[in-house]
């Protein structure tokens, strides 16, 4: 079984993952996220990067997607196209743990880099592919790209106000849904090596993880054949629950159940509601739920949004505000979660990444490194892998790394 590092590393981010490495071969967002999730509890990540090669998605090294995505990793540039680069990235993927790769399905093989190839001399690996559609299918060699998945993975036809056309929600869900998932399969394939002593090849893709997260939605569909379409702020089948107006801006409010129902109702002050028949059991108030909306707005524009979060948490109903990004970081909540994470960017300096949403009563995922200069760790990991001075300057000369 491989487990291990190579040559010294900053102290790892977690003790969870420490005893992994993992080679990121990985691009654009998917991937990244996938690995970033790897890195952050503990893994040595040695992300391998083509010489010169400043085409990364989301900007430049500065950018802040960038730093966000890649931080707690080495890096190691290497070119795969090359006999002398190839040459060391095989000895790296013999004694990886993980590989993690989101190249078009056909590229790796090209490359001689694929499952079959690499697991014949390392029966432990475990390789995640993440791809646009599958490794197979009618569709595998289709580019992939976020909204691409968004729409045929049937998110824009629920997302947005009715009659107004399909509409992409505000972040790439499907690529982050899918590098998580790939994570979670990655965790799930290392953990059943312990008891195998084998690895294999763990894949998804942006429109696996989009459908999968179609959910209840989906299920209704799969279930009673009911093709849900777009509502808007209102929650399609939990009512009354969606965006309202108040003298000073607009909150959310989540009325689930009966009990809560009632509790609403005396909070608003309309007991009569309650018993009114239109709005008496959730049939009916699905029925009738335009005029129940214009009825909950008549009362709740007539004071500010600070004074309905704190009248209806008092009487045990959901309600929050909207933020804007800047005040979901200024929230006291979010800043007692921590989830600004403080970190030192070689690039910016002082600054703050998101940090992990999972915390651990022994365990914790930290930011220890920044996102590494390109090729910030070659002769670390060169010169561990055997190579001396004159081995590495050579490669360089010739454009291996």
């Known amino acids: 079984m491989t487990t291990g590092t190579i040559g010294e590393r900053t102290p790892p981010a977690s003790a969870a993952l420490s005893r992994y490495l993992v080679l990121d071969l990985t691009r654009v967002r998917s991937g990244p996220t996938c690995v970033r999730q790897l890195a952050d509890w503990g893994a040595d990540v040695i992300k391998i990067e ?8 989301g900007g430049p090294r500065a950018g802040a997607d960038f730093q966000n995505l890649h931080r707690n990793k080495r890096s190691l540039t290497l070119n795969l196209k090359s006999e002398a680069g190839m040459r060391v990235f095989r000895q790296l993927a013999d004694k990886a743990d993980v590989i993690v790769e ?12 694929d499952y079959e190839t690499l697991s014949a001399t390392n029966p432990g690996l475990v390789y995640a592919s993440i791809s646009g559609f599958g490794q197979d299918g009618p569709l595998a060699t289709r580019p992939g790209f976020d909204q691409i998945a968004q729409g045929m993975g049937g998110l824009m036809s629920i997302t947005g106000e009715p009659g107004q056309g399909p509409m992409r929600v505000g972040i790439p869900i499907a690529d982050l849904c899918a590098g998580i998932f790939a994570a979670q399969g990655i965790l799930v394939a290392l953990l059943e090596r312990q008891a195998s002593g084998r690895g294999q090849w763990v894949q998804t893709s942006l429109l696996q993880a ?30 009354p629950t ?10 959310n409010i989540a009325v689930a159940g009966e009990v809560i129902w009632q509790r609403f109702a005396k909070a608003m002050g309309r007991e009569d509601w309650i018993t009114d028949p239109r709005f008496a059991d959730a049939e009916g108030r699905s029925e009738n739920r335009a005029a129940l909306n214009a009825g909950i707005v008549e009362i709740t524009a007539t004071a500010p949004t600070a004074h309905w979060i704190e009248t209806l948490t008092e009487a045990g109903v959901p309600a929050g505000e909207i933020n804007d990004i800047g005040g979901t970081f200024a929230n006291p909540q979010v800043r007692h979660l921590g989830m600004a994470a403080p970190m030192h960017s070689h690039e910016r300096g ?27 760790h070659t002769d670390t990991i060169l010169t561990a892998l055997g190579y001396d001075e004159a081995a590495i300057d050579k490669m360089r000369e010739d454009g291996a790394i």
Request: glycine content about 8%.
């Open 350 to 376: 002082d600054t703050h990444a998101v940090s992990q949403p999972i915390r651990m009563s022994r365990t914790q995922a930290t930011l220890t490194a920044p996102p590494p200069k390109a090729g910030e």
């Open 210 to 239: 989009q459908v999968f997260m179609l959910d209840f939605q989906a299920a209704r569909y799969l279930m009673d054949g009911e093709i849900a379409g777009q509502a808007g702020n209102d929650h399609p089948t939990v009512i």
């Open 50 to 57: 083509a010489p010169h090669d400043d085409a990364e998605m």
């Open 102 to 113: 989101n190249f078009r399905p056909d590229v790796k093989t090209r490359l001689g880099i």
């Open 242 to 251: 969606g965006v309202f107006v108040t003298s000073d801006g607009h909150m």
